[in-house]
């Protein structure tokens, strides 16, 4: 895959394959063994035999793929060698933190300062991974010898011959071609290496509009840095969703640190992070982050050890670079045509020789020398392969992504462009893709009453925690004791709305809820945070243990919040507007649960619980000093909850997503959302952005009772069980699932699930999957996928990636998490969700220009300069193209015309069709062979010989029964006109048939 790394250049390294993790494991048996080392001065000779044989492969494919492959095997050894004796060396995993920090001269209480940092980028380097040599020696013979230019090579070897010493006497004419020929080829190598360098340029230019940053200490201050700025020493503070920046030593780790090694190793799951070794091994330990990484969930800090290609991962890219990228479909399907009409034009063109040796040579001596014969059928080989359609196809792919990078689309390879025009489905994540991830509180509720947020703060606002109300003061702190989201130093002079807040939507919204209440910066030194648990889509709630420093005992106390279909469970006592703590009973648990779900359905509310638990006798967390012992305890005695207050937090939908939406509706694209949250809050947001238009929902009482109607329609006998399953069907006489399209159903109703109800599912045209979690997620997208539909997957959060590496086509905003960006194939850099509609419709023109292209060139190149070749032979006629000229078509006119159709701008109904199915709308078919050959090429024919047979006979008088079957008598006397006449008559006549086929 090609990754962005940290200033943003690509550097193709195939890691999340199988073949990174076979070198990563390769590396880790290397490093655990005490093998015999290779010297430098073998590994420098077997270095420069591997540059010359890969020279010598690209002109001439001398050995056999075995031979090749073990001669690559060895050479992959060697520097794999190499590579772990180096790493072998490494013991950062085994020194304890402060011998870390001594032996990379950093102090971990200030990091390192502005003017040691320059010093060290001096001479550690930027910290980018190198990309692949450009290797130019090899690159210019495959510009020379590669592509279309092998087959011109053999035809301009095979004209020469026909000058001298075949030709008898020598024709200039043969000689004229084989310098052509030369030119011919020149001009091909420098249009390739001039495309080749444009695409390189405009894909590096377009990877280089997102940078990387992470948050690191530098003079005593946690600041955010561009990645390519880290030094060896620095400090770094990566939470859940951050892409390990580099090499990295763990000093500090949350007790749910899990980090997700698949990118680099192909480990399925993610593993626990450390402080402390775990394996001797420097790859296999815990205690040690690699580039490439990236943090699944918890927070750590890590100390920088290592750089750009210093890190285990630039090592292993240096092992694979070089390797070829894959193909496009688009490009495996071109090549594949090329093939099949080089084969038969080398048919064609032998058979042309055959025919003239066993039948024209002896019937009619003297019609066609040995070098006309050799020259016609050289000639056919040349002219019947289109050799620009290749060409056509890289700049059909470099126009497209030229296109896409106006609007601010990041597309990391060309494959997507083609699959992104065959996308049916559409599954969208809610939070910062349909909406702004600009979550505000609206609500507030207690146990006996609730409100606007705004008239709290007109009422509550306070300069101090102790100058609020008890029950404000106790939502206070839970917002912002439970919560992993902080101010931007840098804006703390702005007003409290215009901050930059660094964390997740929800927890942003609740710190701002809490600095309106009161200030925190002198709050926040009142409480001491002794755990923090994370919030996560599969327990759903987030828990801190505190301690006040006013209290003499401090005691500590637990904060948590979470959904309350989750939390409310465990709640035994809520609190009033007054602070009164009461009992929870079924009444005021009934009024909580009535106050979620009207919120949600009314307002479109995110709800939060926020609890609490305070002990006034014996406190299981009291004395604890273990992390893990306090972790295993807190969970264990989250129960008997205080409910302290809901709140209501709502996140409003782009701007452009309506529009967006019917734009894909129209282009026949469904819209799923595919959300976390609440499946009434879901369902207003997906009628805000028009994911949901009927007036009528179904949810998963109508998928089971379809499945029963399903089954008892067999069973005509059992009447009773047939009716009782359409009265759960039919809601009204007028609303019936036929005529339905939308359906909202939440993670929970997933379990259990058949094959035959995601058939009923697939069915749905608007569909919004509520708290799901990051697997059930998945299994959505390999449903869709398992029912023949091509699926794209938006995201911005690390829950995202399973999925989006899961689709066809995984988006992410601009805004959203490194790892999500990491894995997706296409990056909305300006967060407009308007841009995909953009992407998809670039795909599609990409298909189409390309098509249009094809049945340009087909007809032009094979039928109509075939047939004059088919007519010399066998009717005798005088041959109306030259060879030259057909060359002329083939290399010059061809690709001007191609270059314009392929800048052909889309149709304004482009987007009114419904996508093509990409395995039976091909490229090519049967249809289109009968257009091109049978249409277009038969008219072009016709054309060209018809302007031929005119020309003729108004310049020479020559009647077009008189040109059949001329054969030998085609020469000096033949209708009383000399051989020079008709040579000339030839000439003239053909460049008519020549400008004919051109304007055409």
Known sequence: ?????????????????????VEFHALSLQISESGTRLSDRR?????????????????????????????????????LLQVANELRTHTYHLESIPAVYEQLDVDPSCGLCTDEAVRRAETSGCNVVSSAPRRLVVRSFGWVFGGFNRFLWPAMIVF?????????????????????????????????????????????????????????????????????????????????????????????????????????????????????????????????????????????????????????????GQLVTGNPADRTILQIEVQRLVNWLTTISLVVGTLFVVLWAVWLRPKYPGFMSVSDALANGVGVLVTFVPGSLPISLILAMTMVAKRMQRYKLLVKNLTTVETLGTVTVICCEKTGTVTQRRMVPTRIG?????????????????????????????????????????????????PINGRVVLGDATDCALLRMAEHLCPLQPARRQYNTLLTVPFNLRRRWMLTVCTDRTQSAQSPFMVVKGAPETLLPKCTQVQMQNGEIVPMDHTRRSRIEEMQHRWAAQYGCRVLLLCRREYTESNPLSGIADSAELYAVACQNMCELCVVGLVGLVDPPRDEILDSVGKFRGAGIRVFMVTGDYAPTAAFVARQCGIITSTTVDGIDEINARVMVNKTEKRTDDIACRSTARSLLVSDSEHTLANRSSLVVSGPDLHGLGAVHWDIIALYDECVFARITPEQKLQVVEEMRGRKHIVAVTGDEVNDVPAMRAAHVGVAMGNGTQVAKAASNVVLLDNNFSS?????????????????????????????????????????????????????????????????????????????????????????????????????GLVQTITGHTMFFLCLYLRGGIHPRDVFLAFNKWTDGYLSKSKAELTELVSVSG???????VVM
């Open 43 to 79: 590994h420098r000779t077997q270095t420069h035999v591997s540059r010359w044989r890969a020279l010598l492969y690209t002109v001439f494919p001398l050995l056999t793929a075995h031979q090749q492959h073990e001669a690559e095997e060895h050479q992959r050894e060697a520097a």
């Open 836 to 936: 995909l509609v953009v992407a998809i419709e670039c795909g599609r023109l990409l298909f189409i220009n390309l098509k249009k292209v094809i049945v340009y060139l087909l007809p032009m190149t094979n039928l109509s300069e075939i047939m004059p070749s088919l007519f010399n032979v066998v009717l005798g006629l005088p041959i109306p193209l030259s060879t030259f000229l057909m060359l002329v078509i083939n290399t010059i006119t061809d690709v001007w015309a191609s270059v314009v159709l392929i800048h052909e701008e889309p149709e304004t109904d482009l987007m009114l069709h419904p996508p093509r199915n990409p395995s039976k709308d091909g490229l090519v078919d049967v249809r289109f062979f009968i257009q091109a050959y049978g249409f277009v």
């Open 1 to 21: 895959m090609d990754i962005q790394v940290a200033d943003s250049r690509p550097v193709t390294i195939p890691n999340g394959t199988p073949q990174a993790a």
């Open 991 to 997: 460049s008519v048939h020549f400008m004919a086929l």
């Open 446 to 494: 207690f146990g006996d009453t609730e409100m606007e947020f705004d008239d709290l703060v007109s009422t509550c606002e306070a300069a101090t925690v102790d100058a609020l109300d008890v029950a404000v003061r106790r939502v206070h702190e839970t917002a912002f004791l439970c919560n992993a989201a902080r101010f931007d130093p840098t804006s703390m002079h702005l």
């Open 160 to 316: 020469w011959l026909c000058w001298k010493p075949i030709g008898n006497p020598p024709q200039p004419g043969n000689l004229a071609m084989a310098v052509v020929i030369i030119l011919v080829i020149c001009l091909q190598a420098l249009f390739g290496a001039g495309q080749e360098w444009t695409t390189h340029r405009t894909m590096h230019s377009i990877t280089n509009m997102v940078t990387a940053e992470t948050r690191a200490m530098r003079n005593g201050q946690q600041v955010q840095l561009a990645q390519s700025e880290l030094v060896p020493g620095d400090i770094v503070y990566l939470r859940a969703g951050d892409r390990v920046p580099a090499d990295v030593r763990l000093v500090r780790v949350s007790m749910d640190l899990r980090v997700d090694r698949s990118e680099l190793s192909g480990a399925p799951d993610p593993t626990i992070g450390t402080t402390g070794y775990t394996n001797t091994n420097y790859l296999e330990t815990r205690n040690m982050a690699m580039m490439g990484m990236h943090i699944a969930q918890g927070q750590c800090t890590g100390v920088v050890v290592a750089t750009g290609d210093r890190t285990v991962l630039g090592r292993i």
